[in-house]
Protein backbone atom coordinates (compact mmCIF):
# COMPACT_ATOMS: atom_id res chain seq x y z
CA UNK A 1 0.00 0.00 0.00
CA UNK A 2 1.33 3.62 -0.97
CA UNK A 3 1.32 6.51 1.16
CA UNK A 4 -2.13 7.89 -1.44
CA UNK A 5 -4.04 4.37 0.07
CA UNK A 6 -3.48 4.38 3.00
CA UNK A 7 -6.49 5.60 5.46
CA UNK A 8 -6.80 8.81 7.36
CA UNK A 9 -4.25 8.78 10.87
CA UNK A 10 -1.25 6.02 9.18
CA UNK A 11 1.96 6.81 9.89
CA UNK A 12 5.03 5.94 7.26
CA UNK A 13 8.50 5.43 8.34
CA UNK A 14 10.84 6.39 11.41
CA UNK A 15 9.20 8.79 14.07
CA UNK A 16 11.43 10.06 16.63
CA UNK A 17 10.59 8.99 19.82
CA UNK A 18 10.59 11.59 22.96
CA UNK A 19 12.24 10.76 25.94
CA UNK A 20 11.21 8.48 28.51
CA UNK A 21 11.14 10.46 31.40
CA UNK A 22 7.57 11.51 30.24
CA UNK A 23 4.84 11.72 32.69
CA UNK A 24 2.18 8.74 32.36
CA UNK A 25 -0.31 11.31 31.65
CA UNK A 26 1.75 12.53 28.88
CA UNK A 27 0.49 12.59 25.25
CA UNK A 28 3.37 10.22 23.57
CA UNK A 29 5.02 10.72 20.03
CA UNK A 30 5.17 7.35 19.33
CA UNK A 31 1.48 6.70 20.03
CA UNK A 32 0.21 9.75 17.83
CA UNK A 33 -2.84 8.41 16.42
CA UNK A 34 -0.85 10.24 13.06
CA UNK A 35 -1.85 12.64 9.87
CA UNK A 36 -5.09 12.64 7.62
CA UNK A 37 -3.12 12.36 4.70
CA UNK A 38 -0.25 9.34 5.16
CA UNK A 39 3.47 11.22 4.78
CA UNK A 40 6.48 10.11 5.86
CA UNK A 41 7.78 11.09 9.52
CA UNK A 42 11.22 13.55 10.55
CA UNK A 43 14.28 11.07 12.02
CA UNK A 44 14.83 14.12 14.30
CA UNK A 45 11.61 15.64 14.91
CA UNK A 46 8.75 13.95 16.58
CA UNK A 47 5.61 14.72 14.92
CA UNK A 48 4.41 17.06 17.18
CA UNK A 49 7.83 19.53 17.19
CA UNK A 50 7.21 19.28 13.28
CA UNK A 51 3.08 20.34 13.85
CA UNK A 52 4.58 22.87 15.91
CA UNK A 53 7.22 24.09 13.02
CA UNK A 54 4.41 24.17 10.55
CA UNK A 55 2.24 26.80 12.26
CA UNK A 56 5.11 28.65 13.15
CA UNK A 57 5.84 28.55 8.73
CA UNK A 58 1.95 29.02 8.04
CA UNK A 59 0.88 32.25 6.23
CA UNK A 60 -2.28 32.06 8.74
CA UNK A 61 0.48 32.44 11.85
CA UNK A 62 2.45 35.47 9.79
CA UNK A 63 -0.91 37.59 9.48
CA UNK A 64 -1.31 37.51 13.45
CA UNK A 65 1.49 40.27 13.12
CA UNK A 66 -1.21 42.75 12.28
CA UNK A 67 -4.50 41.14 13.17
CA UNK A 68 -6.38 43.14 16.96
CA UNK A 69 -5.94 41.68 20.34
CA UNK A 70 -7.87 44.74 22.28
CA UNK A 71 -6.21 47.96 20.63
CA UNK A 72 -6.39 47.94 16.90
CA UNK A 73 -2.56 46.86 15.11
CA UNK A 74 -1.90 50.71 14.10
CA UNK A 75 -2.77 52.70 17.30
CA UNK A 76 0.73 51.89 19.24
CA UNK A 77 3.94 49.41 18.23
CA UNK A 78 3.91 48.45 21.95
CA UNK A 79 0.24 47.02 22.20
CA UNK A 80 -0.14 43.43 21.59
CA UNK A 81 -1.34 41.96 18.62
CA UNK A 82 -2.89 38.37 17.68
CA UNK A 83 1.04 37.45 17.05
CA UNK A 84 2.79 38.51 20.53
CA UNK A 85 0.05 36.95 22.19
CA UNK A 86 0.28 34.05 20.70
CA UNK A 87 4.03 34.06 21.72
CA UNK A 88 3.14 34.63 25.15
CA UNK A 89 0.85 31.74 25.35
CA UNK A 90 3.34 29.48 23.85
CA UNK A 91 5.98 30.43 26.00
CA UNK A 92 3.54 29.58 29.48
CA UNK A 93 2.64 26.80 27.71
CA UNK A 94 5.43 25.30 27.19
CA UNK A 95 7.11 26.00 30.84
CA UNK A 96 4.06 24.60 32.51
CA UNK A 97 4.15 21.31 30.74
CA UNK A 98 8.36 20.91 31.18
CA UNK A 99 7.12 21.01 35.13
CA UNK A 100 4.57 18.61 34.38
CA UNK A 101 6.62 16.12 32.37
CA UNK A 102 4.24 16.04 29.14
CA UNK A 103 4.86 16.68 26.11
CA UNK A 104 6.51 20.93 25.44
CA UNK A 105 5.82 20.47 21.67
CA UNK A 106 2.46 19.70 21.09
CA UNK A 107 1.97 21.87 24.15
CA UNK A 108 3.05 24.67 22.28
CA UNK A 109 1.51 23.70 19.18
CA UNK A 110 -2.01 24.15 19.99
CA UNK A 111 -0.58 27.11 21.91
CA UNK A 112 0.65 28.84 18.75
CA UNK A 113 -2.53 27.55 16.38
CA UNK A 114 -5.22 28.07 18.94
CA UNK A 115 -6.10 31.86 17.36
CA UNK A 116 -5.22 31.12 13.67
CA UNK A 117 -8.92 32.00 13.13
CA UNK A 118 -9.67 34.96 14.07
CA UNK A 119 -10.75 37.74 12.10
CA UNK A 120 -9.50 41.39 11.76
CA UNK A 121 -10.44 43.91 14.58
CA UNK A 122 -10.59 40.83 17.40
CA UNK A 123 -13.60 39.50 18.50
CA UNK A 124 -15.59 42.56 17.26
CA UNK A 125 -14.62 41.77 13.66
CA UNK A 126 -15.82 38.09 14.39
CA UNK A 127 -19.32 39.36 15.65
CA UNK A 128 -20.16 41.38 12.65
CA UNK A 129 -19.05 38.51 10.75
CA UNK A 130 -21.31 36.29 12.13
CA UNK A 131 -23.80 38.45 12.17
CA UNK A 132 -23.42 38.90 8.68
CA UNK A 133 -22.83 34.93 7.82
CA UNK A 134 -26.21 33.55 10.36
CA UNK A 135 -28.04 32.12 7.22
CA UNK A 136 -25.18 30.82 5.90
CA UNK A 137 -24.21 28.83 9.24
CA UNK A 138 -22.07 31.71 10.81
CA UNK A 139 -18.68 32.20 12.09
CA UNK A 140 -16.68 30.81 14.86
CA UNK A 141 -13.04 31.13 15.01
CA UNK A 142 -11.87 27.75 16.11
CA UNK A 143 -13.85 26.14 13.56
CA UNK A 144 -12.27 28.91 11.08
CA UNK A 145 -8.96 27.94 12.73
CA UNK A 146 -9.67 24.01 11.97
CA UNK A 147 -10.36 25.37 7.45
CA UNK A 148 -7.40 27.23 8.05
CA UNK A 149 -5.11 24.20 9.03
CA UNK A 150 -7.00 21.27 7.27
CA UNK A 151 -7.76 23.22 3.91
CA UNK A 152 -7.09 26.78 3.32
CA UNK A 153 -3.73 26.49 3.51
CA UNK A 154 -2.02 25.97 0.38
CA UNK A 155 1.51 24.75 1.20
CA UNK A 156 2.22 21.62 0.06
CA UNK A 157 1.35 19.44 -2.64
CA UNK A 158 0.48 16.56 -2.10
CA UNK A 159 -2.85 18.01 0.06
CA UNK A 160 -4.75 21.06 1.53
CA UNK A 161 -3.65 22.35 4.77
CA UNK A 162 -0.81 21.50 7.17
CA UNK A 163 -1.81 17.83 7.63
CA UNK A 164 -1.22 18.23 11.08
CA UNK A 165 -1.40 15.35 13.78
CA UNK A 166 -4.93 14.08 15.42
CA UNK A 167 -3.77 15.29 18.69
CA UNK A 168 -2.81 18.54 17.69
CA UNK A 169 -6.09 19.13 15.52
CA UNK A 170 -7.94 17.60 18.56
CA UNK A 171 -6.52 20.26 20.81
CA UNK A 172 -6.84 23.08 18.09
CA UNK A 173 -10.79 22.53 18.37
CA UNK A 174 -12.02 21.10 22.08
CA UNK A 175 -8.97 22.84 24.14
CA UNK A 176 -11.50 24.41 26.10
CA UNK A 177 -13.54 21.50 26.78
CA UNK A 178 -15.83 19.02 25.06
CA UNK A 179 -17.96 20.28 22.24
CA UNK A 180 -20.06 16.72 22.29
CA UNK A 181 -22.34 15.44 24.64
CA UNK A 182 -25.32 16.71 27.04
CA UNK A 183 -25.76 20.57 27.51
CA UNK A 184 -23.27 20.98 24.13
CA UNK A 185 -24.04 23.90 21.38
CA UNK A 186 -24.96 22.66 18.17
CA UNK A 187 -21.46 22.13 15.78
CA UNK A 188 -20.70 24.38 13.61
CA UNK A 189 -20.39 23.40 10.03
CA UNK A 190 -16.79 23.48 9.78
CA UNK A 191 -15.95 21.34 12.59
CA UNK A 192 -18.63 18.95 12.32
CA UNK A 193 -18.15 18.24 8.53
CA UNK A 194 -14.04 17.18 9.32
CA UNK A 195 -15.45 15.22 12.07
CA UNK A 196 -17.37 13.07 10.07
CA UNK A 197 -14.18 12.59 7.86
CA UNK A 198 -12.13 11.61 10.47
CA UNK A 199 -13.36 11.54 14.44
CA UNK A 200 -12.01 13.64 16.75
CA UNK A 201 -13.46 12.57 19.76
CA UNK A 202 -15.38 15.61 20.64
CA UNK A 203 -17.25 14.27 23.40
CA UNK A 204 -13.84 13.78 25.80
CA UNK A 205 -11.95 16.28 27.21
CA UNK A 206 -8.40 16.83 24.97
CA UNK A 207 -5.07 15.85 26.01
CA UNK A 208 -3.19 17.13 28.80
CA UNK A 209 -1.19 19.50 26.62
CA UNK A 210 -4.10 21.36 25.14
CA UNK A 211 -6.02 21.64 28.81
CA UNK A 212 -2.49 23.62 29.13
CA UNK A 213 -2.71 25.59 26.42
CA UNK A 214 -6.38 26.65 27.18
CA UNK A 215 -5.49 27.98 30.87
CA UNK A 216 -1.78 29.51 29.20
CA UNK A 217 -3.93 31.68 26.65
CA UNK A 218 -6.15 32.34 30.41
CA UNK A 219 -2.70 33.40 32.20
CA UNK A 220 -1.36 35.29 29.29
CA UNK A 221 -4.14 37.38 28.05
CA UNK A 222 -5.41 38.44 31.66
CA UNK A 223 -1.79 39.89 32.47
CA UNK A 224 -1.13 41.47 28.81
CA UNK A 225 -3.92 43.27 29.15
CA UNK A 226 -3.38 44.85 32.74
CA UNK A 227 0.02 45.95 30.83
CA UNK A 228 -1.89 47.37 27.99
CA UNK A 229 -4.44 48.89 29.84
CA UNK A 230 -2.34 50.64 32.05
CA UNK A 231 -0.03 52.12 28.82
CA UNK A 232 -3.46 53.28 27.39
CA UNK A 233 -4.69 55.15 30.62
CA UNK A 234 -7.59 52.86 30.33
CA UNK A 235 -7.60 52.96 34.06
CA UNK A 236 -4.54 53.78 36.44
CA UNK A 237 -2.46 51.69 38.79
CA UNK A 238 -4.86 53.61 42.04
CA UNK A 239 -7.82 51.37 40.35
CA UNK A 240 -5.94 48.01 40.15
CA UNK A 241 -4.87 48.80 43.72
CA UNK A 242 -9.05 48.19 44.36
CA UNK A 243 -8.88 45.28 41.96
CA UNK A 244 -9.70 41.68 42.59
CA UNK A 245 -6.69 39.27 42.31
CA UNK A 246 -4.54 42.22 41.43
CA UNK A 247 -4.73 44.75 44.17
CA UNK A 248 -2.81 42.35 46.77
CA UNK A 249 0.16 42.34 44.43
CA UNK A 250 -0.09 46.57 43.20
CA UNK A 251 -0.05 47.50 47.48
CA UNK A 252 2.37 44.87 47.95
CA UNK A 253 4.86 46.91 45.21
CA UNK A 254 4.25 49.87 46.37
CA UNK A 255 5.24 49.56 50.37
CA UNK A 256 8.02 47.85 49.01
CA UNK A 257 9.84 50.03 46.05
CA UNK A 258 7.50 53.44 46.68
CA UNK A 259 7.25 55.19 43.19
CA UNK A 260 8.78 53.20 40.02
CA UNK A 261 8.74 54.16 36.52
CA UNK A 262 5.74 52.86 34.70
CA UNK A 263 8.19 50.25 32.72
CA UNK A 264 9.69 48.70 36.08
CA UNK A 265 6.04 48.91 37.85
CA UNK A 266 3.51 47.20 35.04
CA UNK A 267 6.44 44.70 35.13
CA UNK A 268 6.37 43.94 38.64
CA UNK A 269 2.86 43.50 38.45
CA UNK A 270 2.66 41.09 35.61
CA UNK A 271 5.56 39.26 36.73
CA UNK A 272 3.97 38.65 40.17
CA UNK A 273 0.66 38.11 38.75
CA UNK A 274 1.40 35.22 35.84
CA UNK A 275 3.95 33.71 38.94
CA UNK A 276 0.89 33.45 41.31
CA UNK A 277 -1.70 31.89 38.17
CA UNK A 278 1.02 29.43 36.94
CA UNK A 279 2.35 27.97 40.60
CA UNK A 280 -1.45 27.46 41.62
CA UNK A 281 -2.53 25.98 37.98
CA UNK A 282 0.58 23.78 38.97
CA UNK A 283 -0.46 22.72 42.07
CA UNK A 284 -3.87 22.33 41.18
CA UNK A 285 -2.94 20.35 38.46
CA UNK A 286 -0.75 18.18 40.28
CA UNK A 287 -3.50 17.40 43.35
CA UNK A 288 -5.85 16.60 40.75
CA UNK A 289 -3.61 14.02 38.83
CA UNK A 290 -2.72 12.45 41.61
CA UNK A 291 -6.69 11.85 42.51
CA UNK A 292 -7.11 10.34 39.24
CA UNK A 293 -4.21 8.99 38.45
CA UNK A 294 -4.35 8.95 34.48
CA UNK A 295 -1.94 6.06 33.32
CA UNK A 296 -2.20 6.79 29.79
CA UNK A 297 -3.20 10.29 27.35
CA UNK A 298 -6.64 8.15 26.84
CA UNK A 299 -7.67 8.56 30.99
CA UNK A 300 -6.78 12.29 30.84
CA UNK A 301 -9.36 12.03 28.03
CA UNK A 302 -11.64 10.35 29.77
CA UNK A 303 -11.54 11.32 32.84
CA UNK A 304 -14.76 13.14 32.60
CA UNK A 305 -13.36 16.78 33.67
CA UNK A 306 -10.58 19.03 33.10
CA UNK A 307 -7.30 17.78 34.83
CA UNK A 308 -5.34 21.08 34.16
CA UNK A 309 -7.15 23.55 36.37
CA UNK A 310 -6.81 26.38 39.07
CA UNK A 311 -7.86 26.35 42.51
CA UNK A 312 -11.41 27.04 43.35
CA UNK A 313 -10.27 30.27 45.34
CA UNK A 314 -7.98 31.17 42.46
CA UNK A 315 -10.49 30.54 39.83
CA UNK A 316 -13.22 32.84 41.70
CA UNK A 317 -10.39 35.24 41.91
CA UNK A 318 -9.48 35.30 38.34
CA UNK A 319 -13.46 35.54 37.53
CA UNK A 320 -13.56 38.66 39.24
CA UNK A 321 -10.57 40.02 37.51
CA UNK A 322 -12.17 39.11 34.05
CA UNK A 323 -15.31 41.12 35.44
CA UNK A 324 -13.15 44.40 36.03
CA UNK A 325 -11.27 44.30 32.73
CA UNK A 326 -14.42 43.81 30.46
CA UNK A 327 -16.10 46.80 32.43
CA UNK A 328 -12.93 48.96 32.46
CA UNK A 329 -11.16 48.13 29.63
CA UNK A 330 -12.90 45.97 26.76
CA UNK A 331 -16.13 48.10 27.16
CA UNK A 332 -14.20 51.26 27.11
CA UNK A 333 -15.49 53.91 25.49
CA UNK A 334 -12.33 54.48 23.45
CA UNK A 335 -12.25 50.93 22.58
CA UNK A 336 -16.10 50.96 21.92
CA UNK A 337 -15.47 53.51 19.18
CA UNK A 338 -12.85 51.79 17.32
CA UNK A 339 -14.64 48.64 17.07
CA UNK A 340 -17.97 50.47 16.31
CA UNK A 341 -16.25 51.40 12.97
CA UNK A 342 -14.59 48.32 12.98
CA UNK A 343 -17.67 46.07 12.75
CA UNK A 344 -19.12 48.62 10.21
CA UNK A 345 -16.00 48.13 7.59
CA UNK A 346 -16.65 43.93 8.11
CA UNK A 347 -19.76 43.92 6.97
CA UNK A 348 -19.30 46.97 4.66
CA UNK A 349 -16.83 44.09 2.77
CA UNK A 350 -19.03 41.26 2.99
CA UNK A 351 -22.42 43.03 1.41
CA UNK A 352 -19.79 44.51 -1.75
CA UNK A 353 -17.85 41.26 -2.17
CA UNK A 354 -21.25 38.97 -1.88
CA UNK A 355 -23.09 41.15 -4.09
CA UNK A 356 -19.97 41.63 -6.34
CA UNK A 357 -17.40 38.78 -6.01
CA UNK A 358 -15.47 40.19 -9.10
CA UNK A 359 -14.21 42.28 -6.46
CA UNK A 360 -12.41 39.74 -4.83
CA UNK A 361 -8.68 38.04 -6.57
CA UNK A 362 -8.78 36.00 -9.33
CA UNK A 363 -8.37 32.66 -7.66
CA UNK A 364 -11.31 33.27 -5.05
CA UNK A 365 -13.55 34.72 -7.59
CA UNK A 366 -13.35 31.89 -9.43
CA UNK A 367 -14.34 29.56 -6.27
CA UNK A 368 -17.85 31.57 -5.76
CA UNK A 369 -20.59 31.13 -7.43
CA UNK A 370 -23.41 33.18 -8.88
CA UNK A 371 -23.90 36.07 -6.12
CA UNK A 372 -26.37 35.70 -3.28
CA UNK A 373 -25.74 31.64 -3.38
CA UNK A 374 -24.06 29.84 -0.27
CA UNK A 375 -21.06 28.74 -1.62
CA UNK A 376 -20.41 32.66 -2.68
CA UNK A 377 -20.89 33.69 0.84
CA UNK A 378 -18.80 31.31 2.43
CA UNK A 379 -16.17 31.82 -0.04
CA UNK A 380 -16.37 35.45 1.02
CA UNK A 381 -16.63 34.62 4.60
CA UNK A 382 -12.84 32.81 4.54
CA UNK A 383 -11.49 35.32 2.73
CA UNK A 384 -12.83 38.25 5.20
CA UNK A 385 -11.53 36.27 7.87
CA UNK A 386 -7.83 35.98 6.85
CA UNK A 387 -7.63 39.63 6.20
CA UNK A 388 -5.44 41.43 8.93
CA UNK A 389 -6.60 45.17 10.13
CA UNK A 390 -4.83 47.11 8.00
CA UNK A 391 -5.96 45.01 4.76
CA UNK A 392 -9.28 45.03 5.56
CA UNK A 393 -9.21 49.13 6.07
CA UNK A 394 -6.96 48.75 2.77
CA UNK A 395 -9.62 46.91 1.00
CA UNK A 396 -12.88 49.35 2.13
CA UNK A 397 -10.94 52.72 0.83
CA UNK A 398 -10.48 50.84 -2.86
CA UNK A 399 -13.95 49.89 -2.90
CA UNK A 400 -15.83 52.49 -0.97
CA UNK A 401 -13.29 55.60 -1.97
CA UNK A 402 -13.60 56.50 1.69
CA UNK A 403 -10.73 56.30 4.21
CA UNK A 404 -11.99 54.83 7.59
CA UNK A 405 -10.05 56.06 10.91
CA UNK A 406 -10.21 53.90 13.83
Request: hydrophobic content about 45%; charged content about 25%; some cysteine.
Amino acid sequence: MDASQSPPGHLIGPIFVAPSALASCATRPEDSRGRFHPEPESATRTCYARDRDRIIHSAAFRRLKHKTQVFVQHEGDYYRTRLTHSLEVAQIARSAARVLAVDEDLAEAVALAHDLGHTPFGHAGEEALNAATLAFGGFDHNAHALRLVTKLEHRYADFDGLNLTWETLEGLVKHNGPLAGPGAKPLSGPIASFDARWPLDLASWPGIEAQIAALADDIAYVNHDIDDGLRAELFSVADLETAPFVGAHVKAIGGRYGHLEFGRLSGEIVRRLMSAMIGDMVEETRKRLQSAEPRSAADVRGAGQALVAFSAAIASEMGALKEFLFARMYRHPRVMASMQKAQSVVADLFRAFSGDPSLLPADWAAACGEPGRTQTARVVRDYIAGMTDRYALQEHKRIFHTEIAL
